[in-house]
């Protein structure tokens, strides 16, 4: 509907009440009903516009008169007589009514204006509606649609750790598929991102009172020792030779890791058990990348600690490696550590560890490397037990390595940790550095 012009004077208590009521109406649910008498010289157009002229009563359109009081213009009704004539025969007490109005009628007329905008108020259909109830002031009480929303629920606060606090959010996110490992860690399954079907590894470990917790820059409260390491591994510059956390949950009973997978992979232990005695060239191409893994691993400031060949996994067809499971981890300490803070498995643990009360990572990586290669080349282990480590006299079982393939794991299988190579040197021995295309050398492999 078309807002009307109206022209009122200020004097005009009674208009202007009618007038803050139109303010109210229009803020709450209630509707004005336009109704018309007359005889239909004025009547409105189709659209129902009409403008009002200034003799025209506000309180006529907007208020009613309410049982026993008089309008404050004359309206003819349908009999031809006007309503306040009307009134005057029904209501002896109000004759004098069309007289001029006096100082006490005014006064009279300013109360009966909030009666009135009470009655309104009161009615659902507004101050158009006509009650028969008795004229009683009642305290305003709003509609319900009136009534103040109560305030949302606050937001919770951006995690920006990417940590998820129950598993209804991850089973929004992820399908698990069958599971592909377990241990002591816990399990490791097939999954599936939802929103775009990546192929993706999770790994599901209980809380427990053994869990070790770390404290890393840029996280206020400690984490879960595997997802703090890899936390710290997803710092650029990122490596292709250490897997990849995507994003991890907290539930109240359980860690939910979600990492890439390299498709298809198996571990490098199922590797050499299926090719026993690898030629010098694949164990070249293998050699490298577990080298440079480890290597980002300390310049990033983590201690893997548990480096052997069921840690790293192998794409089949492009022999990629990935260095993975840092449960076992510990930030890098110049200092070293203290011998019962190793985590490795016994074929792989370093002399010093069994003998000495103190050890260093670099040259304990060192070690477990040299042991690694010696196992990819022989096909076995080189050291059966504690007192073989221990003198850390080493016997190759494949009488047809190089000369420096023996040099390099000799080195790194030094019984004093002072006196074995750096990682930085590994990677410059003459073995390693050999002129080969390694990355094109898993073509020849069985896929």
């Known amino acids: 509907m078309s807002t009307s012009s109206l022209s009122l004077s200020e004097d005009n208590v009674e208009r202007r009440s009618c007038r803050e009521l139109m303010s109210l109406s229009s803020r709450g ?8 008498s007359g005889d239909g010289s004025d009547r409105p157009n189709q659209q129902g516009n009409r403008c009002l002229s200034r003799s025209d009563s506000l309180e006529e359109w907007m208020c009613p008169p309410l049982p026993g009081q008089v309008p404050v213009g004359p309206s003819e009704t349908s009999n031809g007589r006007t309503a306040q004539g009307a009134v005057e025969e029904a209501s002896p007490v109000n004759k004098s009514s069309t007289e001029e109005p006096t100082e006490c009628r005014k006064r009279k007329g300013f109360g009966s204006v909030f009666q009135r905008l009470w009655k309104a108020l009161k009615s659902p259909f507004g101050c158009c509606f006509h009650s028969s109830a008795v004229d009683v002031v009642e305290p305003f009480v709003p509609p319900a649609d009136l009534e103040p929303e109560p305030d949302p629920e606050p937001s919770p606060a951006p995690d920006h750790s990417a940590v998820k606090t129950n598993n209804e959010s991850f089973e929004s996110l992820y399908n698990v598929g069958e599971m592909i490992g377990s241990g002591g860690f816990g399990r490791v399954y097939e999954g599936t991102r939802r929103f775009d079907s990546k192929k993706v590894a999770i790994k599901r470990m209980r809380k427990t009172d053994n869990n070790r917790y770390l404290d890393i820059p840029g996280h206020p409260e400690p984490l879960v020792t595997e997802v703090a390491l890899l936390l710290m591994m997803r710092r650029e510059p990122i490596s292709p030779y250490i897997i990849q ?7 109240p009973r359980k860690f939910t890791l979600v990492m890439e997978f390299p498709e298809p992979c198996e571990s490098l232990l199922d590797f050499i058990v299926r090719h026993p005695q690898l030629d010098e060239t694949t164990a070249r191409v293998i050699m490298r990348q577990a080298v440079l893994a480890v290597q980002h691993c300390v310049e990033h400031g983590v201690f893997h600690n548990d480096v052997h060949a069921q840690n ?12 993975i499971d840092f449960g076992c981890g510990q930030l890098l300490s110049s200092d070293g550590y203290e011998r019962n803070i190793y985590r490795g498995i016994l074929d792989y643990c370093p002399p010093e560890v069994l003998t000495d009360s103190r050890f260093h990572a670099v040259p304990a990586n060192v070690w477990s490397l040299g042991v690694l290669l010696y196992e990819m080349v022989n096909a076995c282990s080189p050291f059966q037990d504690r007192a073989e480590i221990a003198q850390a006299k080493v016997t ?25 190579p750096t990682l930085e040197q590994m990677l410059q021995h003459r073995w390693i550095r050999n ?3 390694w990355r094109s050398s898993g073509d020849s492999l069985h896929q």
Do not use: G
Not at 29 to 36: D, L
Not at 397 to 420: A, G, V, Y
């Open 396 to 420: 190759f079982q494949n009488s047809s390595l190089s000369k420096e393939c023996r040099d390099l794991i000799s080195q790194c299988l030094t019984r004093d940790p002072t006196k074995r």
């Open 29 to 36: 649910s209630y509707s004005v009903i336009w109704r018309w």
């Open 245 to 251: 956390l995507y994003e991890w949950f907290e539930h």
């Open 435 to 437: 002129d080969v295309d």
């Open 312 to 323: 790293f996994l192998l794409k089949k067809n492009t022999l990629e490696l990935k260095l």
